[in-house]
């Protein structure tokens, strides 16, 4: 099935750096969602974006709706251990799709160093 | 309050044996939905149900898979004849409606197929 183009796949980062992260897709999405997810557990949600060009901040998080609506991006700013996990981004309601099934990237693994 | 649960946590099994894996919703959540995460990769879509509506079964990846729903409560997803490539972590979700409802994920169940 369809997948979005998630990068990068992991990235180890010194405790304080700021992070980022992207996705694209070759075709468009009505909704982009950013979810984490810890060992031995389900995604979590963390940020929803509903409109192009949409700019949403979370605590440290911020990501953005690219204005293509193919793409979107995740920013973590002054990183902490507990952001350790992997990071998956998931397009809905693209065209020609329903608006219930989530399309996921494939993660990008996050470590980060105390 | 109570999350999305599932059971069992782990399961082991033979090649060419069943197995039926269960999950409870949050109450009041009409919408349930069955994903499969294979190792490094992202949550593929299974099955969705809502209400009473017939499910969405066009991400099952063979006849093999099946799912059942009681009404808006617990959901199975049963598993024939398994092969080695059913292994994955298979994770339920629910939500309040579809759309831009946010879909709530259980800890999901390991499947290992020897």
């Known amino acids: 099935g369809q997948q979005l183009n998630q990068s990068p796949q992991s990235m180890f980062i010194q405790e304080g750096e700021d992070v980022s992260m992207n996705c694209t897709s070759s075709?468009?999405?009505?909704?982009w969602l950013w979810y984490k997810q810890d060992p031995g557990e389900g995604p979590v949600l963390l940020i929803a974006l509903y409109k192009a060009g949409e700019l949403t901040s979370n605590g440290r998080l911020t990501a953005q709706f690219g204005i293509t609506r193919k793409d979107s991006f995740l920013n973590i700013s002054a990183s902490i251990p507990s952001d350790v996990g992997i990071y998956f981004c998931?397009?809905?309601?693209?065209?020609?799709?329903?608006?219930?099934?989530?399309?996921f990237g494939k993660g990008t693994l996050l470590t980060v160093n105390p | 309050g109570a999350g999305v649960s599932q059971s069992p946590s782990n399961k082991v099994t033979e090649k060419g044996k069943d197995v039926e894996l269960r999950c409870d919703p949050i109450?009041?959540?009409?919408?349930l939905y069955w994903y499969r995460q294979r190792l490094g990769q992202g949550l593929e879509f299974l099955i969705y149900f809502q209400g009473n509506s017939a499910p969405d079964k066009s991400g099952l990846p063979s006849d093999r898979f099946s799912a059942e729903r009681t009404g808006e409560s617990v959901s199975t997803l049963t598993i024939q004849r398994t092969q080695q490539e059913d292994s994955a972590v298979y994770l339920c979700?629910?939500?309040?409606?579809?759309?831009?409802?946010?879909?709530?994920f259980g800890p999901g169940t390991r499947l290992l197929v020897l």
């Open positions: 075709s468009i999405f009505n909704t």
């Open positions: 979700a629910s939500s309040l409606g579809q759309g831009r409802q946010t879909q709530y």
């Open positions: 109450s009041g959540h009409t919408a």
């Open positions: 998931a397009g809905l309601g693209n065209s020609g799709g329903s608006n219930y099934k989530l399309t």
